[in-house]
C-alpha cells in the first residue's frame, strides 16, 4: 500500500519511475528540493529519495513534491555487510518513523563517524593538514563521508578530481580504507521490513561477482526477504541488462521470484551519473511497483 504517496493521476504516476538518487543528506550535490525540481523538469512522475544510511532529506524532498505535483516515495540506501563484502540495500516505501530503521539509521550513524575520525587522523599523519575540517565543511549537515574528503582533496588542488582521491588515498587498500563492522545483509532486510518497505538489491553488478556467486547472492536475498533486484541502474550496458535479465527469469522459474526495480543513482549533474528518469525496465520485467498499485486507488481517491 502506498498510502504517503501525493494525489497524483493514478495512470500517469509509473510512467517514469526512479527509484534510487541522492540529495545533500548524504552524497549528492543537489538539496533535496532542487532534486525534486530536477526530476520534475526530466518527467519524472515517481521519484524515490535514497540516500546512504538516512532519510533526513526526505522531508523537504516531499514538501517540494507536493508544490511540483510529483510523488516523492520515502527510501533509503543501506549500507550492509554480507561476509567480508559490503552490499548496498534500497529500502522503499518505508515509514521514517519506524523505531527499527530509526535505530539502524543511528548506529550506521556513529559507524560513519567513527571511520571518518578514524580517516582524517591517518591523513592528518601523512600531512594531509586541516583533512577533518575541511570534510566537515564539505558536509554540511550530511554525515561525514569519504566523499566529503576526497571533495576537500578536490578544492584544495591536491588531487584533480573526486575519482583521483579515492584511487590515491580513500579507496580500497588505500589509507582511508577503514573496515567498518556495518549490519549484516539479512538484519538490513529484516530492518525494511519492520519499517513496513521493501528490500531491494541496489546495483547487483556493481559487487565484481562471477555468474554463480551472484546467483548465490540472489538466492540469499530473496531467502532472507528481499523483495526486488535494480534490474536497471546507474551507467549500466544494455547486454548487462540482458544478463541479469536472465538470471532474474531462472530465478522466477524456480519459484524464488524478485521483482523489478529501476534507479538512475543520480548524484549530481555531469557526465559520470547517469540523469534522473533516464533508466528504463525492459519488456516484460515485473517491476517492484505492482506491490503498491493495489494501494493506489485508496490512495489516490481519498
Ligand atoms: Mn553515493
Ligand atoms: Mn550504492
Ligand atoms: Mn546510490
Request: net charge neutral; hydrophobic share 45%; glycine share 10%.
Amino acid at each position: 500500500m502506498i498510502a504517503s504517496l501525493p494525489a497524483v493521476a493514478a495512470d500517469n504516476l509509473f510512467s517514469t519511475v526512479d527509484l534510487h538518487c541522492h540529495s545533500t543528506a548524504s552524497d549528492g550535490i543537489l538539496r533535496p528540493a532542487e532534486l525534486v525540481s530536477r526530476a520534475k523538469l526530466r518527467g519524472v512522475t515517481l521519484l524515490a529519495l535514497t540516500d546512504h544510511d538516512t532519510v533526513a532529506g526526505l522531508a523537504e524532498a516531499q514538501c517540494a513534491a507536493e508544490a511540483e505535483n510529483l510523488a516523492v516515495l520515502p527510501g533509503i540506501e543501506l549500507t550492509a555487510s554480507r561476509g567480508r563484502r559490503i552490499v548496498h540495500i534500497v529500502g522503499l516505501n518505508i515509514d521514517i518513523e519506524s523505531t527499527a530503521l530509526q535505530g539502524a539509521i543511528a548506529l550506521r550513524e556513529k559507524l560513519r563517524i567513527e571511520r571518518a575520525l578514524m580517516i582524517a587522523e591517518r591523513l592528518e599523519k601523512r600531512g594531509f593538514v586541516g583533512a577533518l575540517a575541511g570534510a566537515r565543511a564539505e558536509a554540511g549537515d550530511a554525515v561525514l563521508g569519504r566523499p566529503h574528503f576526497a571533495r576537500w582533496m578536490v578544492a584544495q588542488g591536491l588531487v584533480k578530481n573526486a575519482a583521483q582521491a579515492f584511487k590515491r588515498y580513500l579507496g580500497a587498500g588505500k589509507l582511508g580504507d577503514v573496515a567498518v563492522a556495518w549490519p549484516d545483509m539479512a538484519a538490513s532486510i529484516a530492518t525494511i521490513e519492520a519499517a513496513g518497505g521493501q528490500a531491494v538489491l541496489a546495483h547487483p553488478l556493481k559487487y565484481g561477482l562471477s555468474r554463480t556467486q551472484l546467483l548465490g547472492l540472489l538466492n540469499e536475498f530473496q531467502q532472507a526477504g528481499g523483495r526486488g533486484v535494480e534490474l536497471v541502474c546507474g551507467q549500466q550496458k544494455p547486454e548487462q541488462t540482458r544478463e541479469l535479465n536472465a538470471l532474474l527469469q531462472r530465478q522466477a522459474a524456480i519459484g524464488q521470484p524478485l521483482l523489478c526495480s529501476v534507479g538512475s543513482d543520480f548524484h549530481q549533474p555531469g557526465q559520470s551519473w547517469r540523469e534522473l528518469g533516464s533508466a528504463r525496465l525492459p519488456e516484460g520485467a515485473e517491476p517492484i511497483w505492482t506491490l503498491w498499485q493495489t494501494g493506489v486507488g485508496t490512495a489516490i481517491g481519498t
